[in-house]
Every structure is written in C-alpha cells, then in structure tokens.
C-alpha cells in the first residue's frame, strides 16, 4: 500500500478496534521470523471475521488455508466454547505452527486443524455440514473449484468469504495481466462472478487493501 493517509487511518481502525494481545502478536513475530508476513489477514480483516463469525451465530466454520493459525485464533474467539472451526493446511511445518498459535491462545479445544489439501479434506467434512461459513484464504488458483464445494456445503442463509479477492490489482482486468497465472486469474473472476449473482448470494467485495469477498447464501 503506498497512500500515506490511508496507511495513517488503517492504522488508526487497528489501534481503536483491533488491537492485538499478546498472543496475536507472537503469531505474527513467528511469520515475521519466517518471511511470511502479510500472507496472514491483517488485525482489522482478523475483527472483520469476527465480527461475521459473532453477527451469523456461527457454530460450524471451515477455513482453507491455516498458515500459522493467525485469522483461526480471530476466528475461534468469537465461537462458544460449543462450536467448532476446521481448518485444512497442506504445509506439516504450517501445521505445526497453527497447533502452537491456537494453544498458545488457548482456543485449540474449539479448532480441529486437518492436514492435507484441500482438494481431499474438503470432501471429507462435508459429513460435518452444513456449514455456517466458510473463509477461503488458499492457493489463488482453486478458489472457484473451493467455492463449488463451499456453495454445496454452506446452510442457506450461511456465509462464503474468499481473500484476496481483488487478485492483488489483478481481478479488475478483463484481460489477463502478464503478472498473474491464468489460472488464478481465471479462477478469481469467476469466483467473484458467481458470487455476484444476485439470485443466489447478497453479496458484496469489502474494499481492503486484498479485497474480501462476502456472500450470504440464499
Ligand atoms: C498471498 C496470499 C494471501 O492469502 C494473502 O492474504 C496475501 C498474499 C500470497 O500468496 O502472496
Ligand atoms: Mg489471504
């Protein structure tokens, strides 16, 4: 991001609405460590989740890609102490990592985190739905084959969420840009497309810097 006054004023929201415990913030120390910082959702997109997984009720949650358990912790405070979010990560060291952010937040008895990809666990859960919502935070490239499934498996009036759905400046483009793979960014047009469609979903991109794409199944 380089708006200065933007910058200023996010920063301001995140202070006032969104400020980070300790807990938090050694999640994010640990991505930093690694180089993988801001692959995370920043702290505001964290409350965002939030302040969804509490206005929905929610009591099932599935989210693809955990990385270091960074938006399950936002995520997992918000649910009572009933309710359950899965979490699918292909990477072993990500898991790992997930495993120790949730007990060190003291939220793993809310988390199951699923190792392996996507395309093999989703399957599995969908025995455990229907869902009240799913957060797609994964590989670029399978967001629309991820959606068929979240669309299958989320309760009428349940919640999709994809980020990064802006593609990184990409998405707007109605031709491909040299920058991004054609599948990703044909997989995130037609994410967004289908999710623009009003005879099914209400839904609406919320303009972070990313682009988080929020759909309430109808
Ligand atoms: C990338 C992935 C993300 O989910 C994100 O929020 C930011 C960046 C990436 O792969 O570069
Ligand atoms: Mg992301």
Known sequence: MRNPELEADLAYIQKVFAPEDDGLRAIRSRLRENDREGINVSPVEGKILQFLVQA???????????LY?????WIARALPSDARLYTIEKDSFCVQQTKQSLKECSVENKVEVLEGEWGKRLPELSA???????FIDANKNGYFEILTWAIANVRKGGLIVGDNTLL???????????????????AMRAFNQTLADPTKFMSVMLPTSEGMTLAIRL
Do not use: I, L
Request: glycine fraction near 10%; hydrophobic fraction near 40%.
């Open 128 to 134: 455990k739905g229907p869902f009240d919502m799913v």
């Open 69 to 73: 358990g960074y938006s399950a912790t």
């Open 56 to 66: 929905f009720h929610c009591k099932k949650v599935v989210e693809v890609g955990a």
């Open 168 to 186: 990184f400046g990409a998405a707007k483009h109605d031709v491909k840009p040299a920058d991004v793979s054609n599948e990703a960014w044909t």
